[in-house]
């Protein structure tokens, strides 16, 4: 950076101002092309010296940004299918329990629903038990319903991914027996800004 001595004075500005305006006098932009040099250099160097660390705090902040938007509501969540979070958790929690399609990982994909932590969508069936078929349309589940519902195992399978096969059931308690009878979904979709937050 330019010493306190070189750098330019309120009354330079003046002087190349009207150096540059006077198109009659082309002779007096050399004379001060000195004065011109040292603002550029002057005032370029000062951008560089607080621009840079402006940029890197703003690309800091964004990804930031990206990372929370879930939690606050700010950015559009990004959905897939059910079978993915299930693996994904899978993995995570060590549930290696394929033949019973991993139940640890759809238990723990269903309380953190239940705890508002992450967000599922799916296709509502029109009556209870999913009699009459199922909506065209996914809507976001409550977290509420997560309370007499289990993550059903078809939710587990990418073969059934798309069909209109219910992927919730009624909770099994402890006993054996299973809870009243609810509306289900089919298509089951999670937030996986959710999960990956829940699980990084």
Request: hydrophobic share 40%.
């Given at each position: 950076m330019l ?5 330019p ?14 198109i009659?006098a082309?002779?007096?932009?050399p004379?001060?092309l000195?004065h ?5 250099l ?7 010296a607080?621009?840079?660390?402006i940029?890197?705090?703003g690309?800091?902040?964004?990804r ?7 939690a606050?509501g ?7 299918p059910m ?22 990982a759809?238990?723990?994909?269903r309380?953190a629903a ?14 209870l038990m999913?009699?009459?078929g ?5 809507t976001?589940?409550?977290k509420?319903?997560w309370?007499?519902a ?10 059934v ?6 992927h919730?059931f009624?909770h099994?308690?402890?006993?054996g027996?299973?809870g ?6 089919a298509?089951l ?6 999960v990956t937050?829940?699980w990084p």
């Open positions: 010493e306190s001595s070189a750098r004075k309120t009354g330079d500005w003046v002087v190349i101002l009207v150096s540059v305006a006077m009659g082309p002779e007096a932009i004379q001060h000195g011109i040099g040292g603002l550029l002057f005032y370029g160097g000062l951008a560089g607080i621009g840079y660390p940029i890197r705090w690309i800091h902040l964004y930031w940004l990206r990372r929370h938007a879930a606050d700010t950015s559009a969540a990004t959905w897939k079978f993915e979070a299930v693996a994904y958790v899978a993995q995570k929690i060590k549930d290696a329990d394929e033949k019973n399609c991993w139940p640890q759809r238990h723990a994909l309380q239940l705890n508002g932590e992450i967000a599922i969508r799916g296709r509502r069936s029109a009556n999913g009699e009459s199922y909506s065209k349309v996914e976001d589940i409550p509420s319903y309370e007499t289990d993550i059903g195992a078809l939710a587990t399978s990418k073969d991914a798309e069909a209109n096969d219910c919730t009624p099994q308690f402890s006993s027996h299973f009243e009878k609810i509306f289900l979904y298509r979709q999670v937030d996986w800004n959710g937050k829940k």
